[in-house]
């Protein structure tokens, strides 16, 4: 079946730093959507993307459709102890009513 | 007010027991969904329902049974549990069937622990 993975699996940081993560797959989606999972919560959406090459900022957070509609990309800009979590990716191939959601980035922030 | 909330929060149950869990969201939406998360945290759609109809039904054993009395609720009921259904379970909502601008809406999740 469809399969999204995600990179890195996870990572360490220092606060104040940049982080990017990007999320592939082998098929073409029409929408790809970035969650956050906080602890002992549900995933809780940040991003909504619906076009190719289109870039959307959410406050320090920023993802982009990429251009061959295979993969998306989200940046943090100076990250803070409060963006720890998984963050996952999930797409929406035509005619499909169903969202495949990414493998997860486990992001831990240093302080 | 909490927008789409599961009970219960946390379940530990035996073998071969039956479980459910129920799904209540006030957001107005058509679309409900359960998801399972397993120990890795993958993120798997088992069910959805649109108004009250079966839309999404993937490869799940028919111990699993989801039932929507309306569109404001979807209850995932769990005959014959088995150690691996432990896990935790996701309800979600959305204003429509492809989750439009809104993508889904998720409950806190239900851990279940067969033991």
């Known amino acids: 079946g469809q399969q999204l993975n995600q990179s890195p699996q996870s990572m360490f940081i220092q606060e104040g730093e940049d982080v990017s993560m990007n999320c592939t797959s082998s098929?073409?989606?029409?929408?790809w959507l970035w969650y956050k999972q906080d602890p002992g919560e549900g995933p809780v959406l940040l991003i909504a993307l619906y076009k190719a090459g289109e870039l959307t900022s959410n406050g320090r957070l920023t993802a982009q459709f990429g251009i061959t509609r295979k993969d998306s990309f989200l940046n943090i800009s100076a990250s803070i102890p409060s963006d720890v979590g998984i963050y996952f990716c999930a797409g929406l191939t035509s005619g499909t009513y169903k969202y495949i959601f990414g493998t997860g980035t486990r992001l831990k922030v240093l302080a | 007010d909490t927008a789409v909330s599961q009970t219960p929060k946390y379940l530990v149950t035996q073998m071969g027991n039956d479980k459910s869990i129920k799904c209540e969201q006030n957001l107005g939406h058509d679309t409900m969904y359960w998801y399972k998360q397993d120990s890795k945290k993958f993120l798997k759609i088992m069910f959805s329902?649109?108004?009250?109809?079966?839309?999404i039904n993937e490869t799940v054993p028919n111990r699993f049974s989801p039932k929507s009395p309306d569109k404001a609720h979807l209850n995932l009921h769990i005959n014959s549990l088995e150690l691996g259904d432990s896990a935790v379970y996701f309800c979600?909502?959305?204003?429509?069937?492809?989750?439009?601008?809104?993508?889904?809406?998720f409950g806190s999740g239900t851990r279940l622990t067969v033991v």
């Open positions: 098929s073409i989606f029409n929408t």
């Open positions: 329902y649109n108004n009250k109809e079966l839309i």
């Open positions: 979600a909502s959305s204003p429509r069937l492809n989750g439009g601008n809104y993508g889904y809406t």
